[in-house]
């Protein structure tokens, strides 16, 4: 079982009011295949916030995370995280995000341990023996440390997952859909990511289809919609119409239509 | 300095993990083993029972089924960041893109050069050819030989692994530009085996040399833009 107090460790941060923005774009877009994904947001999450980016399946939620996660490179507009352009900065965006996909990204032939280690190795994590061992504990992998990822529910893949950003002092944590394969402790252990992260000024962005559970873990909430942003709100939340040719937000009539 | 240190660092991480990968899923290392002895074994059938011929022609096989073999090799350790997005969180760590290149040559190179000298053993023994009494010589090629197709393996398996067609792609992209590489090797082992006459092997394992330091620099170089999706 998780621990009740989760170790994060950010990298020196500072008071949120003097960081630039965690997250700025302006007219963001990418198209697939001709077909925008993403469509002109321009949105503004100030250092330190927790929000929720929320939609139906296709409103661009995931490729606007690969977007900041830099694992996507913008078709049009730009974005930033920290202040640093995602597209010709991305080494530095790494260095500060940490993104949670659908995929979890393990190696099915390692152990969760080596796993972890293999992470630590790369995100240049000190003390990482002792580290390794905190989160496979934090994420309630103890017990099956040295077992085979490959042997492992989705459930139990999502949590070491989180594990692993647990490894990294990221400043700006993306996460899709967190809860999805989790059992009820699995969502616990979510919502005691949230409220640690944020207690030390970690920024969170993440993208569900509800937050039913979530109204007291997030300042905010961005509403895509067709790869639009719909609405924003919320404490340090700040999104404009897009400025794109063509690029409209659309009206909750057309939505509901 | 630091920097290199950090490199280096990173890249035996990634190796490491390569290799503890595919010592869990031996099968892969056993049939490419395997698939090698076979080639050989079909050459020496296609040529007959002719010793004297199939001596002489010995360093072309040995060095054409290493390559192939080569080809199902460094292909596997590519299809490991296959695994539930592997290769998106690969990309996604704040490391030089160059050092993650550099590892996954680097378990290239160990498999290659393990695959080589197995390899070396068994032309010895199907085709009567002293292996033994050129050993250094021989090694030092084997080794070229394993780091050329490490570096352009890894190239291109990078270039391929977002490929639904990469088995079929890889060696098409793969075989033309180990040419060279196959023709230094080739000559340099013949060379090697029949005790230098002509003072040729320094020469080609200078090529070999060459090679190897041209591909692995373009390989780093570029390397990284293949880790993008876009």
Redesign the interface.
Known sequence: MPQTTIYVSPRSLGAPDTRPPAVATTDLARLFAGSPAVAGVSLRIDAGRAVALLGPNGAGKTTLLRLL?????PSYGRASVDGLDVDRNA?LV??R?A?L??????????SAR?NLR??A????TTDATPRVERALSDVGLRDRADD?VRDFSAGM?KRLALGRILLGSASLVLLDEPYAALDADGMGLVDQLLVAWREVGVTVLLASHSTARLDALLDGRVTLERGLVLAAGGEGVVSTPPSLPGATRPSVAEVLR | MNALR?EA??AL?VA??DA??EL??RHATVSTLFFAAVVLLLFGFALGPDAARLAAAAPGFLWLAVVFAGILAVNRLHL?ET????L?????????RRAIYAGKALGGFAVMLILGVLVLGAVGVLFAVDVIGAWLPLLTTVVLGAVGVAAVGTFYAGVTVRLRAREVMLPLLMLPALAPLLLGAVKATSAALAGDPFGELGAWLQLLVAFDVIMIVAGAATYGYLL???
């Not at chain 1, 996660?69 to 490179?73: G, L």
């Not at chain 1, 190795?121 to 240049?124: F, I, V």
Request: overall charge negative; hydrophobic content about 45%.
């Open positions: 996660a830099t694992a996507i490179r080494a790494r260095e995000v993104y996909s659908h995929a979890t990204g393990l190696y099915d032939d390692l080596e293999f992470a190795a790369m995100l240049g085979r893949r | 950090v660092r990173i991480a490491r993990k503890l990968a869990r899923g490991l695994d539930d997005g592997a998106e969180q690969l990309a996604l760590y704040p490391v030089p993008e999706d876009g």
